[in-house]
C-alpha cells in the first residue's frame, strides 16, 4: 500500500470505527449496484443497520472525508430555491482508496478468522442483519439476498470459531495433570478474552438475535416468501430439469441454511448451550489450576527434584555398599527386627502357633545383629514422638477454624455477587476459592476443607458479566458474575 494511504487507515482505530466502516461499507455496496452513482445523507442514514442520528453520520463522513476515503459533492438535485442551496446538501461516494482500505481490512480479518477465533464484533452483525431480515417485505430482491448471503457467511465463520474454540479448551483441559505455568496462563488467556469479548457480546444481543428469529418463524408464510425471493436470484439454467425444479432445490437449501442459523441460537441441546456447558468446565478446570500453582509456590519441593537428588547421590557414591547405604536412609527400608531373631528355646512355640498367642520375642530396643554378641554395635534406634506433630495440626486446625470463622463474618450472609464481596487475603481467598471450586464441580453447593463453611451458586446464568475479585496485594481473578450465598454449613439448610 502505497504511503499516501497510510494515514487513511486511521479510522480502524477511531472510538467510532462501527460506525465509519458500516458508512464505507454502505457506500462501497452503492458502487457495486451501479443503480445510482452517489448517495445523500438521509439514503445513507437509512441504509445503516445500526441506531444513529443522521447528525452522527455526518460526523462520520466529515472524518472521512479528512481522510480522503469519501469524497462528497454539492447536490442540486432537491434545491429550488436561493435558501434551500445554502442548506449545503451534499452527496457521498467512496473513492478508490476507500475501496482498498475496505479491501485490506477483510482481507485482514479473513486472517483473523482463519485461526478459528471468535469475533464478538459479529453478533452485532447477525443482530444487525436479522433485524433486516425481519422487514424483508421492504427489502428488494437483490438486497434481501445481499442480507442472506452474509448472514450465513457471518454464521458460518461464527460456528466454525466456535467449535475451534471448544476443541482449543477441551485438548488443555485433557492435559491438567501436566500443569505448568506457561499452560495454564495461555489458558486463562483464552478463557478471559472468550469472557471479556464474545460472551460479553452474546449477552448483550442473544435476546434481541432470539427474538428476531422468533418473529420471523411466527410468520411461515412471510419466511417462505423470503427464502423464495432469494432462491429466484439464483437460478441457473439447467438441461435435465425445470425453472421450478432448480428453483425447488435451490430452496431447500436455504432452507437447511436457514434452519441452522435458528436453531444454533435456541433450544437446551443447541450448540450456545454446549458453549455454556464448556465455559463453566473451564472455570472449574481454573479454579482447581489456581489452587494448584499457589500450593506448587508454597511447596518448592516436589518428588521430581527429590529424585534427581538421590540419583546425584547415587551417580557419586563409591560403590555398591554406598549407594545401598544411601537407599537406606533415604526411604527407611531395613529388615524387620522380629522376624530374623532367634527363640531362645526353639521347641517352646508350635510353628502352627498364633503370634497373638505366642511370647513376645527377645527383641532390644536398639539396633542388633543376631550371632555377633548381645548387643550390636550402632547408634540407638530413636522412638518416633509425634506430639510435637500432633501439637502442630491442632494450631493448623485451630488456626484455619478461626479464618473460616473470621471469613464468614467479613462476607454477607444474604446472596451476593462476586463482584460484591470485599477484598480477601490469600488465606481467605483459598477457603473461598475451595468451596467456589466444589459448588462449580457438582452444580450447586461446596464446601471448605473443614466443613464448616457452605457456599451456594445460585445464578450460573449464561449471560453474566464478568468480576473481578481483588485477591491481597493486587491480585485479582476473573469469573463470570455468580451470585452465591455463604453461611457456616447447617445453619438454616
Same mark, same amino acid.
Given at each position: 500500500?502505497e504511503?499516501?494511504?497510510?494515514?487513511?487507515?486511521?479510522?480502524?482505530?477511531?472510538?467510532?470505527v462501527?460506525?465509519?466502516?458500516a458508512?464505507?461499507?454502505?457506500l462501497?455496496d452503492?458502487?457495486a449496484?451501479?443503480?445510482?452513482l452517489?448517495?445523500?445523507?438521509t439514503?445513507i442514514t437509512a441504509?445503516l443497520?445500526?441506531?444513529?442520528?443522521?447528525?452522527q453520520?455526518?460526523g462520520s463522513?466529515?472524518?472521512l472525508e479528512e481522510?480522503?476515503?469519501v469524497?462528497?459533492?454539492?447536490?442540486f438535485e432537491?434545491?429550488r430555491?436561493a435558501?434551500?442551496?445554502?442548506?449545503?446538501?451534499f452527496s457521498y461516494d467512496?473513492?478508490?482508496?476507500?475501496?482498498?482500505?475496505?479491501q485490506?481490512?477483510?482481507e485482514?480479518g479473513?486472517?483473523?478468522?482463519?485461526?478459528?477465533s471468535l469475533?464478538?464484533?459479529?453478533?452485532?452483525?447477525?443482530?444487525a442483519?436479522?433485524?433486516q431480515?425481519?422487514?424483508h417485505?421492504?427489502?428488494?430482491?437483490?438486497e !434481501?439476498?445481499?442480507t442472506?448471503t452474509?448472514?450465513?457467511?457471518?454464521?458460518?465463520?461464527? &460456528? $466454525?470459531? /466456535? %467449535?475451534? #474454540?471448544?476443541r482449543e479448551l477441551?485438548?488443555?483441559?485433557?492435559?491438567?495433570?501436566?500443569?505448568?505455568?506457561a499452560?495454564f496462563a495461555d489458558?486463562?488467556?483464552?478463557v478471559?478474552?472468550?469472557?471479556?469479548?464474545?460472551w460479553?457480546?452474546?449477552?448483550q444481543?442473544?435476546d434481541a438475535i432470539?427474538a428476531h428469529?422468533?418473529?420471523?418463524?411466527a410468520d411461515?408464510e412471510?419466511?417462505a416468501a423470503m427464502?423464495r425471493?432469494?432462491?429466484?436470484l439464483?437460478?441457473?439454467p439447467?438441461p435435465?430439469?425445470t425453472e421450478?425444479?432448480?428453483?425447488?432445490?435451490r430452496?431447500?437449501?436455504?432452507?437447511?441454511?436457514w434452519?441452522?442459523i435458528s436453531t444454533?441460537?435456541g433450544?437446551?441441546d443447541?450448540?450456545?448451550?454446549?458453549?455454556?456447558?464448556?465455559l463453566?468446565?473451564?472455570i472449574?478446570?481454573?479454579?482447581?489450576?489456581?489452587r494448584? !500453582?499457589r500450593?506448587?509456590?508454597?511447596q518448592?519441593?516436589?518428588r521430581?527434584s527429590?529424585y &534427581? $537428588?538421590? /540419583? %546425584?547421590l #547415587?551417580?557419586?557414591a563409591?560403590?555398591?555398599?554406598t549407594?545401598?547405604?544411601?537407599?537406606?536412609?533415604?526411604?527407611g527400608?531395613?529388615?524387620?527386627?522380629h522376624?530374623?531373631?532367634?527363640e531362645?528355646?526353639?521347641d517352646s512355640?508350635?510353628?502352627?502357633?498364633s503370634w497373638?498367642?505366642?511370647?513376645f520375642?527377645?527383641?532390644q530396643?536398639?539396633?542388633r545383629?543376631p550371632?555377633?554378641?548381645?548387643v550390636?554395635?550402632?547408634?540407638?534406634?530413636?522412638?518416633?514422638d509425634s506430639?510435637?506433630a500432633?501439637?502442630?495440626?491442632?494450631?493448623?486446625e485451630?488456626?484455619?477454624r478461626?479464618?473460616v470463622s473470621?471469613?464468614l463474618d467479613?462476607l454477607?450472609?444474604?446472596?451476593?455477587?462476586l463482584?460484591?464481596?470485599?477484598v480477601?487475603?490469600?488465606?481467605?481467598?483459598?477457603?473461598l476459592?475451595?468451596?467456589?471450586g466444589?459448588?462449580?464441580?457438582?452444580g450447586?453447593?461446596?464446601?471448605?476443607?473443614?466443613?464448616t463453611l457452605q457456599l451456594?451458586v445460585?445464578d450460573?446464568g449464561e449471560?453474566?458479566?464478568?468480576?473481578?475479585?481483588?485477591i491481597?496485594d493486587?491480585g485479582?481473578?476473573?469469573?463470570?458474575?455468580?451470585?452465591?450465598q455463604?453461611g457456616?454449613?447447617?445453619?438454616?439448610?
Open positions: 500500500m504511503s499516501g494511504s497510510i494515514r487513511a487507515v486511521a479510522y480502524a482505530n477511531y472510538p467510532n462501527a460506525l465509519h466502516r458508512v464505507m461499507r454502505v462501497i452503492n458502487r449496484r451501479g443503480a445510482k452517489r448517495l445523500s445523507l439514503e441504509r443497520a445500526l441506531d444513529v442520528t443522521p447528525e453520520v455526518a463522513l466529515r472524518e481522510l480522503k476515503v469524497d462528497s459533492m454539492q447536490s432537491r434545491v430555491t435558501a434551500e442551496l445554502r442548506h449545503n446538501h467512496a473513492t478508490g482508496l476507500g475501496e482498498r482500505i475496505e485490506f481490512f477483510d485482514l479473513g486472517l483473523v478468522e482463519a485461526v478459528g469475533d464478538a464484533n459479529r453478533l452485532a452483525r447477525i443482530r442483519l436479522l433485524a431480515l425481519v422487514r417485505a421492504e427489502l428488494s430482491p437483490h !434481501l439476498q445481499s442472506f452474509e448472514l450465513h457467511a457471518q454464521f458460518e465463520d461464527l &460456528r $466454525a470459531g /466456535a %467449535a475451534q #474454540f471448544m477441551s485438548a488443555t483441559m485433557a492435559s491438567n495433570d501436566a500443569i505448568d505455568e499452560t489458558y486463562k488467556r483464552k478471559a478474552d472468550y469472557l471479556s469479548g464474545f460479553r457480546e452474546l449477552g444481543h442473544a432470539g428469529v422468533a418473529a420471523l418463524h411461515p412471510g419466511e427464502l425471493t432469494v432462491a429466484s439464483a437460478v441457473a439447467h435435465t430439469l421450478e425444479e432448480i428453483l425447488a432445490r430452496i431447500a437449501i436455504l432452507r437447511r441454511q434452519a441452522e444454533w441460537f433450544g437446551r443447541s450448540q450456545l448451550h454446549s458453549l455454556d456447558t464448556h463453566h468446565a473451564a472449574d478446570w481454573i479454579l482447581r489450576g489456581v494448584r !500453582l500450593e506448587r509456590r508454597v518448592r519441593v516436589n521430581s527429590e &534427581r $537428588a538421590l /540419583a %546425584a #547415587f551417580a557419586a563409591p560403590d555398591e555398599e549407594c545401598h547405604a544411601i537407599h537406606a536412609a533415604a526411604f527400608l531395613h529388615g524387620v527386627r522376624l530374623s531373631v532367634p531362645l528355646d526353639p512355640v508350635s510353628p502352627g502357633e497373638w498367642d505366642a511370647p520375642a527377645p527383641v530396643g536398639f539396633l545383629r550371632g555377633r554378641g548381645e550390636a554395635v550402632g547408634r540407638m534406634a530413636p522412638i518416633a506430639r510435637e500432633h501439637a502442630m495440626a491442632l494450631d493448623e485451630l488456626r484455619r478461626a479464618l473470621e471469613l467479613r454477607p450472609s444474604e446472596p451476593a455477587r463482584s460484591a464481596l470485599p480477601l487475603d490469600e488465606s481467605s481467598f483459598d477457603v476459592l475451595d468451596a467456589l466444589m459448588a462449580m464441580s457438582t450447586s453447593v461446596g464446601y471448605s476443607d473443614d466443613g451456594t445460585l450460573m449471560a453474566l458479566p464478568v468480576a473481578a475479585v481483588r491481597g493486587g485479582v481473578l476473573e469469573s463470570p458474575d455468580l451470585l452465591i455463604v457456616r454449613a447447617g445453619v438454616g439448610s
